[in-house]
């Protein structure tokens, strides 16, 4: 289902696909670039952290070594 998320930056609506009604992870704003870490609940926005960049190199550096790892090397 796809879900509308209105950025706290610039109040540009924009909207992702959930496969699942609880979502936890990185939404980019398309039109002002900010970043955020969403947590979505029952397919309703619960909260916003800012994340930067960094981090979220970091956080999938870390998922693609899990990956790998679960692909047995
Ligand atoms: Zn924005």
Same mark, same amino acid.
């Given at each position: ?10 109040? $540009? ?23 955020? $870490?969403? $947590? ?34």
């Amino acid at each position: 289902m796809m879900l509308k998320i209105k950025c706290p930056e610039c109040n $540009t609506e924009g909207s992702m696909s959930l496969v699942e009604p609880d979502y936890e992870g990185p939404y980019r704003c398309w039109k002002c670039r900010a970043l955020f $870490t969403i $947590t979505i609940k029952k397919n309703e926005l619960k909260s916003w952290e800012p994340l930067d960049q960094e981090e979220l190199d970091k956080q999938q550096e870390i998922k693609a070594m899990q990956d790998k790892f679960k692909r047995g090397g």
